[in-house]
């Protein structure tokens, strides 16, 4: 064979192999990615189901927001962050509301994983600006996510930490290495990734609350704030991504803007009196007789339920498990026996909730019945670790008749804070060096009052001694950061889709890291590990059954006094406000509602 013909052959092979493994490189392009499954749309949709492409672009949203805020930074430990900052940014992807959990380009035009997913490339959108038309790279993606690593909140350190290392390959793809295989999920988190601009942030400290507005490439700018009362944001007329299948119908009202009240019934009158255009309410009482009078019959404000798939999540009294008080789970388990809920839901919420009985209420994920199967498996290497009943008993909360009276729940109570070492003397109860058992709930809504104060009635029934500390949200926030507090109250919110965050909420490694979202300082080891099965689930029925098992153990350590959760939500709006026909599954989806105007119609 001469030399001519063998760098010739050469030469074919090289150029056919190269051309085989930039086509396997195209095939592996996507413009949408489902953590299971195939997306919904197909590659060549054009908007989302739950949108209007007729409605007016026009007009004003008045929102309320509650307390104050000091920065525009919602993703650092320090301060409060205002409202509606998420308007500034645009994601890598962007996930649908009516999926479990699929995402479609934005600024990353195409996604690029392998099968098992232990890389994932992103090819950015060429014609992709942050708002001053400066043009969005590479490099602001990897800048972001390091900043985000290095002084972002804890649960995104929690999230991002099976990634090895990043490369900016050219100035449109960058590529995420990942630890392993089996964090399935990893790519989606990383797919919302939002996009800061590096330019932007030069000379200034990222981890410091202050009122810098930073460059986006989101579909509003923001005009005008008001420090700690008010946040305008302008729709971005030149926005780039406006035109795009996920934005179409989306982003209608040109101005939006965010008031902010000390007291949630000043708002309500503020709602009322026409300064607030929509209203999600979370009052039962103020929902059954609130809503009344002339502009609620006249038809001028809107008032309705709208029924949702969404998990409810927790909504719960939660411990600090730091604190040796709370660390006995008979203690805690004394505690929520104090808590009628069959009373509170009759007598001041009109019979409006059910209880919450699981972390992840209202979906498939929630732990039922005894375990069996694939999660009895995954439990039983964990028996010995374990109460002996979480395998023979369905996990269940105990009722009262709703009547007020709690003498048998007051005695079993009695019997366990005994076995706990405390001790009823003199109509306290006390320790062994004769301290009372003392509780301080720490809430930023007066209106929690009067659900706290049967329960202190009901508490004081059994020596226990509490008190009631109302702060507003900033210090709210400031205190739960920092672990100042024996028990406050709020929602854990779940997705339908959990993974990654699951680590930063129970994960032993971040208990004690200021701003975590495991705010009651969980640390077990059996939690770690079923939070890892979680993550790591390769597909969907693993999912469902390693997030029922982790279920069912928080569940029987009895870490919060669970409250109640409603399947639906409950809005009002005026008139002028209108909204799609067809809502996503998983969400009100407010971007895609619109002002009407005297040449607007109702519908898609």
Same mark, same amino acid.
């Given at each position: 064979?001469?030399?001519?013909?063998?760098?010739?052959?050469?030469?074919?092979?090289?150029?056919?192999?190269?051309?085989?493994?930039?086509?396997?490189?195209?095939?592996?392009?996507?413009?949408?990615?489902?953590?299971?499954?195939?997306?919904?749309?197909?590659?060549?949709?054009?908007?989302?189901?739950?949108?209007?492409?007729?409605?007016?672009?026009?007009?004003?949203?008045?929102?309320?927001?509650?307390?104050?805020?000091?920065?525009?930074?919602?993703?650092?430990?320090?301060?409060?962050?205002?409202?509606?900052?998420?308007?500034?940014?645009?994601?890598?992807?962007?996930?649908?509301?009516?999926?479990?959990?699929?995402?479609?380009?934005?600024?990353?035009?195409?996604?690029?994983?392998?099968?098992?997913?232990?890389?994932?490339?992103?090819?950015?959108?060429?014609?992709?600006?942050?708002?001053?038309?400066?043009?969005?790279?590479?490099?602001?993606?990897?800048?972001?996510?390091?900043?985000?690593?290095?002084?972002?909140?804890?649960?995104?350190?929690?999230?991002?930490?099976?990634?090895?290392?990043?490369?900016?390959?050219?100035?449109?793809?960058?590529?995420?290495?990942?630890?392993?295989?089996?964090?399935?999920?990893?790519?989606?988190?990383?797919?919302?990734?939002?996009?800061?601009?590096?330019?932007?942030?030069?000379?200034?400290?990222?981890?410091?609350?202050?009122?810098?507005?930073?460059?986006?490439?989101?579909?509003?700018?923001?005009?005008?704030?008001?420090?700690?009362?008010?946040?305008?944001?302008?729709?971005?007329?030149?926005?780039?991504?406006?035109?795009?299948?996920?934005?179409?119908?989306?982003?209608?009202?040109?101005?939006?803007?965010?008031?902010?009240?000390?007291?949630?019934?000043?708002?309500?009158?503020?709602?009322?009196?026409?300064?607030?255009?929509?209203?999600?309410?979370?009052?039962?009482?103020?929902?059954?007789?609130?809503?009344?009078?002339?502009?609620?019959?006249?038809?001028?404000?809107?008032?309705?339920?709208?029924?949702?798939?969404?998990?409810?999540?927790?909504?719960?009294?939660?411990?600090?498990?730091?604190?040796?008080?709370?660390?006995?789970?008979?203690?805690?388990?004394?505690?929520?026996?104090?808590?009628?809920?069959?009373?509170?839901?009759?007598?001041?919420?009109?019979?409006?909730?059910?209880?919450?009985?699981?972390?992840?209420?209202?979906?498939?994920?929630?732990?039922?019945?005894?375990?069996?199967?694939?999660?009895?498996?995954?439990?039983?290497?964990?028996?010995?670790?374990? #109460?002996?009943?979480?395998?023979?008993?369905?996990?269940?909360?105990?009722?009262?008749?709703?009547?007020?009276?709690?003498?048998?729940?007051?005695?079993?109570?009695?019997?366990?804070?005994?076995?706990?070492?405390?001790?009823?003397?003199?109509?306290?109860?006390?320790?062994?060096?004769?301290?009372?058992?003392?509780?301080?709930?720490?809430?930023?809504?007066?209106?929690?009052?009067?659900?706290?104060? #049967?329960?202190?009635?009901?508490?004081?029934?059994?020596?226990?001694?509490?008190?009631?500390?109302?702060?507003?949200?900033?210090?709210?926030?400031?205190?739960?950061?920092?672990?100042?507090?024996?028990?406050?109250?709020?929602?854990?919110?779940?997705?339908?889709?959990?993974?990654?965050?699951?680590?930063?909420?129970?994960?032993?490694?971040?208990?004690?890291?200021?701003?975590?979202?495991?705010?009651?300082?969980?640390?077990?080891?059996?939690?770690?590990?079923?939070?890892?099965?979680?993550?790591?689930?390769?597909?969907?029925?693993?999912?469902?059954?390693?997030?029922?098992?982790?279920?069912?153990?928080?569940?029987?350590?009895?870490?919060?006094?669970?409250?109640?959760?409603?399947?639906?939500?409950?809005?009002?709006?005026?008139?002028?406000?209108?909204?799609?026909?067809?809502? #996503?599954?998983?969400?009100?989806?407010?971007?895609?509602?619109?002002?009407?105007?005297?040449?607007?119609?109702?519908?898609?």
């Amino acid at each position: 064979m001469n030399k001519s013909f063998s760098a010739a052959l050469l030469f074919l092979i090289f150029s056919l192999s190269t051309q085989a493994a930039t086509a396997v490189t195209i095939a592996s392009l996507r413009s949408a990615i489902a953590m299971h499954g195939e997306p919904a749309y197909g590659k060549d949709f054009t908007h989302f189901d739950y949108v209007n492409l007729t409605a007016p672009r026009e007009g004003t949203l008045r929102r309320a927001a509650m307390g104050s805020f000091d920065n525009f930074n919602g993703y650092i430990v320090k301060g409060v962050s205002g409202s509606g900052t998420g308007y500034l940014f645009d994601t890598l992807m962007l996930q649908s509301s009516d999926e479990a959990f699929t995402l479609y380009g934005l600024v990353a035009e195409y996604i690029e994983v392998p099968e098992d997913r232990s890389w994932v490339r992103f090819h950015l959108n060429p014609k992709a600006r942050f708002s001053d038309g400066s043009e969005l790279t590479a490099a602001d993606v990897k800048f972001t996510f390091d900043i985000l690593i290095e002084k972002g909140v804890p649960q995104l350190r929690a999230q991002y930490k099976d990634v090895t290392s990043v490369e900016i390959e050219s100035k449109s793809v960058i590529k995420f290495n990942l630890k392993d295989s089996k964090n399935k999920e990893l790519a989606l988190i990383l797919a919302k990734l939002p996009v800061f601009s590096e330019k932007d942030w030069q000379g200034k400290d990222f981890a410091k609350a202050t009122f810098n507005v930073p460059l986006g490439s989101g579909p509003y700018t923001m005009k005008a704030f008001d420090a700690g009362r008010s946040i305008e944001y302008l729709r971005n007329d030149n926005y780039w991504a406006k035109d795009l299948p996920v934005n179409r119908g989306r982003y209608n009202f040109k101005h939006i803007i965010f008031d902010y009240y000390k007291d949630g019934s000043i708002a309500f009158e503020a709602f009322k009196a026409g300064d607030v255009d929509f209203r999600a309410e979370n009052i039962s009482k103020q929902w059954a007789t609130g809503y009344q009078g002339k502009q609620f019959t006249s038809g001028n404000i809107i008032k309705e339920e709208i029924k949702h798939h969404n998990p409810q999540g927790m909504q719960a009294f939660w411990f600090n498990l730091r604190k040796d008080k709370f660390k006995d789970p008979n203690v805690r388990k004394a505690l929520g026996l104090m808590f009628d809920f069959e009373w509170t839901n009759r007598t001041l919420f009109y019979g409006a909730y059910k209880r919450s009985d699981s972390f992840f209420s209202n979906s498939e994920l929630a732990a039922r019945g005894i375990p069996e199967g694939d999660e009895l498996a995954l439990l039983t290497p964990f028996k010995a670790q374990l #109460p002996t009943e979480l395998f023979t008993q369905m996990y269940t909360l105990d009722k009262t008749k709703g009547d007020g009276r709690v003498r048998r729940q007051q005695r079993q109570a009695i019997r366990l804070l005994k076995q706990a070492g405390w001790t009823l003397k003199s109509g306290k109860m006390v320790d062994a060096s004769g301290k009372q058992l003392s509780l301080e709930f720490l809430v930023y809504s007066p209106s929690f009052e009067r659900i706290i104060q #049967p329960f202190r009635k009901n508490l004081q029934r059994i020596g226990v001694a509490s008190e009631i500390r109302i702060v507003d949200v900033s210090q709210y926030v400031n205190r739960l950061n920092n672990f100042d507090f024996d028990i406050y109250t709020l929602i854990q919110a779940q997705s339908l889709s959990p993974g990654n965050e699951q680590l930063s909420m129970w994960g032993s490694e971040f208990a004690n890291v200021p701003g975590t979202l495991n705010r009651i300082g969980l640390q077990d080891p059996v939690v770690d590990a079923l939070v890892a099965k979680v993550i790591n689930a390769a597909d969907r029925d693993s999912l469902i059954t390693a997030t029922k098992a982790l279920d069912r153990v928080l569940l029987w350590k009895n870490l919060v006094i669970p409250q109640w959760h409603i399947s639906s939500y409950r809005v009002a709006y005026w008139q002028q406000i209108q909204r799609p026909t067809q809502l #996503p599954k998983y969400g009100l989806a407010i971007d895609s509602w619109w002002q009407k105007d005297s040449a607007s119609s109702k519908g898609n």
